[in-house]
């Protein structure tokens, strides 16, 4: 009986060490915002964003992930290029910030379209926020219209289509361009 908890003891401890850390997550950021994150070549996306990086048995070892140069590039046409060094001290769940390069021309664009990515993006939350919140309160009368109707009389042909419940879509891909007139910045968005 001792030997079969010691081995259980053991059994687990390896399957949660192992598990902690297969993959660390790092949060991407650059001041200011909206810079384009390229990774071997390859268009991430524009800051902020999420990154994934496996962690290999190697890599617990030595302590931490050593990344090949990420490209971030403003809308200015400052831009940089720098590995990262993912300590594995620090948790699966990291953050880093690329600063903009201070002696290149036209920061002020870049500022400005930094404002402009984080406003986009304060409006999609705020719209994910209604959304989840108008989901909430229909599952929610969904689930009070069964509760009273399941201490009411049965009837037949009870449900409406307003009575439905709604699945969550999350929102579509916002696709958006930015273009410079005169100084001032200007951000379609489809």
Partial sequence: MEKTISTLLVMVSLLLGGC?????????????????????GKPWGRTPLQAWWNVTPAH????????????VRWISGASKSEPLTIWLSNGS??????ARPRDFADYEKDARFG?????????????QLAQ???????????????????FSTPRINQ???HSAVQVYQPPTKIDCTTREFANTLHTECK
């Fill in 132 to 150: 989840e919140s108008q989901n909430a309160l229909i599952l929610s009368n969904a689930i009070n219209s069964s509760a009273t109707t399941a």
């Fill in 159 to 161: 449900i409406t289509p």
């Fill in 93 to 98: 769940y990291q953050t880093y910030t690329f």
């Fill in 20 to 40: 902690g850390l297969n993959k660390v997550n790092v949060a991407l950021n650059s001041l200011p915002q909206g810079a384009e994150i390229y990774y071997e």
């Fill in 60 to 71: 617990r070892a030595a302590g931490f992930v050593s990344t090949s140069p990420l490209e």
């Fill in 115 to 127: 404002l402009e990515v984080e406003k986009m993006s304060n409006q999609l939350r705020a719209q």
